[in-house]
DNA sequence: TTTGTGTGTAACCATCACTATGACACACTA
DNA sequence: TAGTGTGTCATAGTGATGGTTACACACAAA
């Protein structure tokens, strides 16, 4: 049940435009920064902008900022921007309905499974991008904003 | 990212010896109840088994059994035993170094992807097999033991 | 001891999500 | 008007996953 990489890269583009704060910043550079495709980068860029967390700027000298403070922005929001498989995932095929087991089981474990997203999803919920942005200042010793 | 479905299924295979309560079933058995093949089956009691969960019984009347109660087993053993990938995924390819946000990025999530981990695997720990055979017999209203 | 049953594992395959990449139309700025 | 950067499509390679066949081995029952 592991995520894609989309979750982590997401964060490393949004703490990116934190630390730039309000500068725009290119695909390119971020893919740069990411170590990836530009394409790549505009592909997240498309869906964090779809959720309203980013904005783009055209032409030249354009690039994309925040569309918020980064200190509304928290890592559940990029997370349910970019994820979109369950986190967990049930029988490929349904099981047996004619059986007891099979007939019910999926009913069964579903409460627990929701408890458990849940729990993950409100751990996610308490840590921003700015938090985020923060850190990275600390351990890189620089200060916000950053001149690239 | 593709997920893995050996969660779920290891979980029914483990509720339905619980129901069983001793008497060994076949991975046929298994499989026909999850509506899969023996052999995958098999693969998962193979995990199990090494997590000290299950035991097997060769030879005729063989089958599979549970290595401990019901109630002793918690879906974080379940989860541990089968599934074998970071919850996240960080980047691909590791991120440039030489950048400022991309050298201390990773180390700067990586506190909040663990603390989501750990609330995850609390709330995993909760429930156990037994909880989920007790509730699986209420739904198909029948009691455990089940004849099969 | 013999026969039948069931496990355990290896090998191979099809499928699917994911990431990477090239290409190009479009929008906007200078 | 020229240049820049976005947004999206199409394509391809990769890796994990689950399905299937095959077979050696262990054990139980007779």
Redesign the pocket.
């Known amino acids: 049940m592991?995520t894609?990489?989309?979750f982590a890269?997401a964060v490393h583009i949004l703490t990116g435009l934190a630390v730039s704060d309000g500068k725009?910043?290119?695909?390119?550079d971020?893919a740069w920064s990411a170590?990836?495709?530009?394409?790549?980068i505009?592909?997240l860029?498309?869906r964090l902008?779809d959720a309203g967390l980013t904005?783009?700027?055209?032409?030249?000298?354009?690039?994309?900022l925040l569309a918020k403070p980064a200190k509304k922005i928290r890592l559940l929001d990029v997370y349910a921007a970019v994820?979109?498989?369950e986190l967990f995932?049930l029988?490929?095929?349904p099981p047996c309905d004619s059986c007891a087991v099979g007939g019910n089981i999926l009913e069964a474990i579903q409460p627990a499974l929701d408890r458990a997203r849940k729990a993950l999803e409100a751990e996610l919920a308490k840590t921003t991008v700015a938090d985020v942005a923060a850190e990275v200042a600390r351990l890189g010793k620089f200060s916000i904003p950053l001149a690239w």
């Not at 725009?24 to 390119?28: A, H, N, T, V």
């Not at 904005?55 to 994309?64: E, I, T």
């Open positions: 592991p894609s990489t989309r890269v725009p910043l290119r695909s390119e971020l170590n990836t495709g530009a394409v790549v505009r592909g860029l498309s902008s904005r783009s700027q055209l032409g030249a000298g354009g690039g994309s994820e979109d498989t995932s029988h490929r095929t």
